[in-house]
């Protein structure tokens, strides 16, 4: 089949995105990617036998105009026009859109060319708007691009996503029942789960970073509020007391104003100098902090979508055979828990208990570490999990 792909941002960097689309170009398919990047370099590229079209703007004052038509409708212009020039010259059977923000381009292109709608909703996204926007500061509220897209706009835009499908893809099984109960949607659905391609890890440089004689700990993601990165800070001088040693690496970004609420949090509590920021890094070095972690740590907090999510970092710290600590949300728990591959804390085993019980016993780590592994290789990964996608696009045929 051929596919057109619609990504939002920059696809290269985007994981999950990539293992789908490579993915099914082995497995036979023509996929073509759009991606509206602005900071795109080339205009069409190939990577790993995935066509790849960037959508960029030349003057800064007509990308306003057009991201401004497109927070009032949800139609993106310059998108639609280039899209349905390419439909033009190029047959296609179905547009595959990851993430709302693209239901009515995708819909629109469905209608004119008659094509069928795989919409590919990685979250709750509504619920998660309003909780990075807790965050905000003032400046930020009261900025148009915030005015122009209250909550209920993406709520609205969520239902049209998954009303207008002919198949939804989740991350999870509860993600997925969400979205059927809360719609009623009828037609085909399949779940994806986030998980790594090993061949791609462990083809991944390791770089010697200096924390020899130190106890790391780490959270590997993006800063939203959402992913309970206070509760590792506020656990820092608890942890200290029993693990002087104790240095956590914070590896990711976000917005300027809540990182710096971060290391306010960090001066607040008396542990700036165990705290390190590293900023972005580059996919490929990941493995590298990974690598240098006695133990990883994915604290999301309780939210209508965390409790459904099944992040990337998670399986990731399991490849790389790290220990991991998560919450006790229903997705993540029951997969460290029957895997073995770390520890749950919750109002019974707070997180600096969770990770002194692996300080104090490194051959526990070790263990936990290899359990992890093993899971990966028998059910997380994506060889597994690709099954389920190339079924669906057999039975869209």
């Known amino acids: 089949m051929k596919i057109l792909m619609l990504v939002r941002g920059e696809y290269k960097s985007d994981i999950r995105i990539r293992r789908e689309a490579e ?48 927070a009032v409708s949800w139609y993106h212009p310059i998108l639609l026009w280039k899209i349905r020039n390419l439909l033009s010259e190029q047959e296609y059977d179905v ?22 709608i795989v919409a590919d909703l990685h979250e709750m996204y509504p619920q998660d708007v ?36 002919d198949v939804l893809v989740t991350v999870s099984q509860g993600l997925l029942d969400y ?16 998980v790594p391609d090993l061949k791609r890890l462990d083809a991944m440089p390791i770089q010697s970073l200096d924390y020899p004689e130190e106890f790391v700990i780490s959270y590997i993601g993006g800063f939203t509020p ?23 690496l914070l590896i990711g970004d976000g917005t300027e104003a809540y990182v710096g609420s971060l290391k306010k949090l960090c001066r607040d509590v008396g542990v700036r100098d165990n705290v390190e920021f590293t900023g972005w890094v580059e996919f490929e070095k990941v493995r590298s902090y990974y690598e240098a972690s006695d133990v990883s740590l994915v604290p999301i907090y309780e939210t209508h979508s965390g409790n459904d999510v099944l992040p990337n970092k998670l399986f990731q710290s399991m490849a790389f055979r790290t220990p991991v ?67 669906v696009f057999k039975r869209l045929e």
């Not at 239901?103 to 069928?116: G, I």
């Open 130 to 165: 309003e909780t990075w926007r807790k965050s905000f500061t003032l400046s930020e509220k009261l900025h148009p691009r915030t005015l122009l897209k209250p909550v209920w706009r993406f709520q609205r835009l969520e239902r049209f996503a998954v009303t207008h499908a």
């Open 23 to 70: 993915g099914l170009v082995e497995a036979g398919h023509h996929v073509r990617v759009i991606c509206h990047n602005a900071d795109a370099e080339k205009d069409f590229e190939q990577v790993s036998g995935v066509d790849i079209t960037s959508v960029s703007y030349e003057y800064k004052n007509w990308a306003r105009f057009i991201e401004g038509i497109y």
């Open 325 to 391: 600590v998560v919450s006790n949300h229903p997705s993540m728990s029951q997969i460290v828990n029957e895997s073995g591959a770390g520890v749950v804390f919750d109002e019974n085993k707070t997180l600096s208990d969770a990770v002194l019980s692996l300080y104090q016993n490194p051959e526990k780590q070790r263990e936990m570490g290899e359990r992890g592994r093993k899971a990966v290789e028998a059910e997380y990964n994506i060889d597994a999990e690709l099954e389920g996608l190339l079924d």
């Open 95 to 116: 547009v595959y859109y990851h993430d709302i923000h693209y239901a009515k381009v995708a819909t629109q292109v469905s209608k004119w060319f008659n094509l069928k």
């Open 179 to 194: 979205f059927i109960e809360r719609y009623n949607f009828d037609e085909s659905g399949v779940v994806i789960r986030n």
């Open 226 to 248: 959402q992913r309970g990165l206070e509760t590792i800070i506020e656990a820092m001088p608890e942890i200290l007391q029993t693990a002087p040693d104790t240095r956590l």
